[in-house]
């Protein structure tokens, strides 16, 4: 299509038929501001290229020096892969106040140029929130509004391919050539899709605004049908959290990511993956349910629904803790401790208080530590009338086999999935640690292979990992307090030469004497340590989209990691597989979270009216009260059904036609996939949750299960379709080629 430009260098690469937007008086203060915002760009660019550059030639040091350097190479690294992300198309749109002529611009990231100058506010901060929110029934003070769509160019940069404007007061409507309503907007809804979640900042609407801009005290429900733009809200929503929520924001340094964001499967987390770095967050952790634990990579779906449902529950996750309980008893029967000094005596008293040492919530393999030194404490202080040095007694009795013994059988290291397993092999365990079980229940829940692990097991191990913690961490801290008391004793050797060789005026080397300094001379970073889990928590926000499809149990993993309790809850009641009967307060406060908000979203702003014409029958004759959201574009394309063995052909012809856009066929798992096709992926409903594609092809729907479970998978299915859906059934009369293929 052919291309005009005020110029060479201009920001606008407007198709011909909107010549009219292309009139200076319209775009010239836009120019003036591209141009400011083009060159300074280029010169943060260049100057923290050269500060970067500095900063890592410098020495790394110890401590606090390097740390500090770490953090302002990290701050650095940050800003400039921010800054190099994007072009001019950092630039969201402008806004006119009714009270000031002068345009003021929204970015993705702020921007000043060296005078001071802003040449771009940051869309998150407060002053940005009336270019998203501002309404006709609500201006929040707007005069006008002016979005971009900025699209690549054959040169790789990105350029304005059309903008719109809005006016909110009568002086703007006169004259105005670039008057638009909402036809850009949707007019972008229908573009075509990508591997990837398109960029969508620049068309964040009021409704969704309002949400994402929410506080983070207790748990916002984001409630929507398909297509209201719930996923957008989430990812916006964490992003705008970071910048402006000072308990979450740990910008420009190297703190754990404090925010965890939770999807439903793979495919999602790898189709949202660049959203959040496109807003400036690169930092936080993504995660499925599945990532929580290592057994997770390899666990089956459970095949048994009376398992699962057994397994889901709250109960079932605190029955581990009485399962941990039963290795936390302390010895009933006194026992003599021999040493060569004299024997002492260790009551069961003695073993209570010991085992008492132990601070809650500490978990049991740590603890371990604490309670054995309680006990050498113990028995120290039995002898104390004796005048045996402490330091001689406690080498004694910590080399003490029957001792030992003892108390390795009284409070064992522990490893988590093997307490799991002992539940499903030992049906007496299980009652104990579960006695509201019903003799069925308990046979139902018996294994022959107990480690053979489902999704259903995953809460539980989650639950038994982070109440034993490490069993090596008893090991390691041995070997690292060896290994401190030996660097400890080094130094104090080298601290004595140093003090013994000084003849200075002042005797300047015995200040080396002290604490601090012998602390600060021992090379701690050499000292052996554990990796960290950085999916462990704690988190102090948790988003989770596909949120109604967590069992109990599952929530229970997130609670664990996030004490605060301060969420974002993404979902659709209607798009529950097991079914949702329940109100989000209901299943929320259930679970363990009190202070429970739900704000609806209910315009579907994704999937057609042809295709949710199809959809809303199918999912309401299993849920008549479904929330069904009403679409707010036509692609003028009826619901095409067909014979299976056209699935072929259908795919030929839509990639034919279609040189951009993706395609998905979605079956039950039982179907076997076709030849891999470029754009077009094959998927099951429950992994096609959350990702949206021009054409789907549905295969013998009525295959994908029975009850709500199959009515689900069917609506869900249905409204992954942007453009065109496809129905293909065995048997089936064949359509026509001219009912098939109208897409262009």
């Known amino acids: ?3 005009i430009s005020p110029s060479e260098t201009s920001a606008f690469m407007l198709p011909e038929h909107l010549a009219r937007k292309a009139d200076p008086h319209l775009i010239g203060n836009d120019e003036q501001q591209f141009e400011a915002i083009e060159t300074s760009l280029t010169e943060q660019i260049e100057e923290l290229t050269a500060r970067l550059d500095a900063t890592r030639k410098q020495p790394g040091g110890r401590g606090q020096a390097a740390l500090d350097r770490d953090q302002e190479i990290h701050r650095t690294t940050g800003r400039l892969r921010a800054l190099k992300r994007f072009g001019l198309d950092l630039c969201l749109g402008r806004m ?25 506010i940051d869309w998150r901060s407060p002053a940005a929130e009336p270019f998203f929110g501002a309404t006709h029934a609500n201006p929040m003070g707007l005069a006008s509004r002016r979005r971009y769509r900025w699209t690549r160019s054959t040169g790789g940069d990105s350029r304005i391919s059309d903008y719109w404007d809005e006016v909110f007061t009568a002086d703007g409507l006169e004259g105005n050539a670039a008057l638009d309503d909402q036809s850009a907007f949707i007019a972008s809804l229908g573009s075509s899709r990508s591997p990837r979640m398109r960029d969508v900042l620049g068309t964040i609407q009021a409704d969704q605004d309002r949400i994402i801009r929410a506080g983070s005290r207790g748990a916002l429900v984001v409630d929507g049908g398909p297509g209201t733009g719930k996923t957008v809200v989430a990812l916006h929503r964490t992003a705008y959290l970071l910048y402006s929520d000072p308990r979450l924001n740990h910008h420009g340094s190297h703190q754990k990511s404090e925010v965890l964001f939770v999807g439903p499967h793979q495919p999602y987390l790898a189709y949202v993956a660049d959203v959040l770095p496109s807003l400036g967050e690169e930092g936080v952790q993504t995660c499925t349910l599945r990532d929580l634990v290592p057994e997770g990579a390899t666990a089956v779906v459970e095949p048994d629904p009376e398992v699962a449902r057994l397994k889901s529950t709250v109960e079932m996750v ?50 371990r530590d604490d309670v054995w030194e309680a006990l050498l404490t113990i028995l120290v202080d039995k002898l104390d009338e004796h005048d045996i040095p402490a330091s001689l007694l406690r080498r004694a009795l910590t080399h003490n086999a029957e001792l030992r013994t003892a108390f390795t059988r ?15 092999r030992v049906p007496a365990y299980l009652r104990l640690c579960a006695p509201w079980l019903q003799p069925g229940e308990t046979a139902t829940l018996q294994r022959d292979n107990p480690e053979a692990w489902t999704t259903a097991d995953l809460p539980l191990l989650d639950a038994a990992r982070q109440r034993l913690g490490d069993p090596e961490a008893s090991r390691l801290r041995g070997v690292r307090n060896a290994s401190l008391a030996a660097e400890r004793e080094l130094m104090d050797r080298v601290v004595e030469d140093l003090i013994a060789a000084d003849d200075s005026e002042n005797l300047e080397m015995y200040m080396l004497r002290g604490d601090d300094m012998r602390e600060k001379l021992v090379n701690q970073e050499m000292l052996p340590s554990t990796d960290p889990d950085t999916l462990a928590g704690p988190f102090a926000h948790i988003v989770v989209d596909e949120a109604q499809e967590l069992t109990d149990a599952e929530w229970r993993m997130l609670l664990l990691r996030c004490p605060s309790r301060s969420f974002t809850v993404v979902g659709d009641r209607a798009q529950a597989r097991r079914g949702f009967t329940e109100s989000w307060e209901e299943r929320l406060e259930r679970v363990g979270l009190g202070t429970v908000t739900v704000a609806g979203l209910s315009i579907n702003y994704r999937t057609p009216e042809e295709v949710m014409a199809a959809a809303e029958p199918m999912i309401r004759e299993a849920l008549p009260d479904a929330n069904v959201p009403t679409s707010v574009r036509s692609s003028g394309i009826p619901v095409v059904h067909g014979e299976t063995k056209q699935l072929s052909t259908i795919l030929d012809d839509w990639n034919d036609r279609n040189p951009e856009g993706i395609a998905c066929v979605i079956s039950s798992p039982d179907a076997i996939a076709g030849t891999q096709r470029d754009r077009v992926s094959w998927l099951t409903p429950e992994l096609a949750k959350g990702l949206e594609y021009d054409l789907v092809v549905l295969l013998d729907p009525e295959t994908f299960g029975q009850g709500i479970e199959g009515a689900v998978d069917r609506y869900v299915a249905m409204t992954r379709a942007t453009r065109q859906l496809v129905i293909l059934r065995s048997g089936k009369e064949p359509a026509s080629d001219d009912s098939l293929f109208t897409v262009r």
């Open 1 to 3: 299509m052919p291309k």
């Open 96 to 120: 006119v106040t009714a009270e000031n002529p002068e345009p003021v611009y929204v970015g993705r990231l702020g921007l000043t140029d060296r005078e001071g100058h802003r040449l771009l």
């Open 410 to 424: 009284a409070w064992p290291l522990l490893d988590y999935p093997a307490l799991v397993a002992d539940l499903w």
């Open 318 to 367: 605190k029955a581990i803790e009485s399962a941990v309980k039963f290795y936390e008893a302390p010895p009933e029967e006194g026992m003599e401790v021999e040493t060569p000094y004299a024997d002492i005596w260790l009551s069961s008293e003695d073993w209570a208080e010991a085992f008492d040492a132990a601070e809650p919530g500490t978990p049991h393999n740590e603890a």
